[in-house]
């Protein structure tokens, strides 16, 4: 699923909402998740899952073209993990 199928599906679903207010809310949720990973703070959505970041250490890696080592940074990534509720509905 795309972001704009998902999108479509919102907008189904509060449909006494104006196209426009339910695009502004949508982007609004977003917002928010990309803002708190970003702070580092773990976000919790009850029955669905939670969002955090996970730190990666630095590895050595290649370049694929020249075959030359390079040295790439620690990083942070999303992790997710699915709810107990999510995961009995999927298995």
């Given at each position: 699923?795309?972001?704009?199928?998902?999108l479509?599906?919102?907008?189904?679903?509060?449909?006494?909402?104006?196209?426009?207010?339910?695009?502004?809310?949508?982007?609004?949720?977003?917002?928010?998740?990309?803002?708190?990973?970003?702070?580092?703070?773990?976000?919790?959505?009850?029955?669905f899952?939670?969002?955090?970041?996970?730190?990666?250490?630095?590895?050595?890696g290649?370049?694929?073209?020249?075959?030359?080592?390079?040295?790439?940074?620690?990083?942070?990534?999303?992790?997710?993990?699915?709810?107990?509720?999510?995961?009995q509905?999927?298995?």
């Amino acid at each position: 699923m795309k972001k704009s199928d998902l999108l479509e599906n919102f907008k189904k679903k509060l449909s006494h909402l104006s196209n426009t207010d339910s695009i502004a809310s949508f982007e609004l949720i977003l917002k928010a998740i990309t803002e708190s990973l970003e702070k580092g703070e773990r976000m919790e959505v009850r029955g669905f899952g939670s969002l955090s970041t996970r730190i990666r250490k630095p590895i050595r890696g290649r370049n694929p073209q020249s075959g030359k080592a390079i040295e790439l940074s620690e990083r942070k990534v999303p992790y997710f993990r699915a709810s107990q509720e999510l995961n009995q509905k999927l298995n």
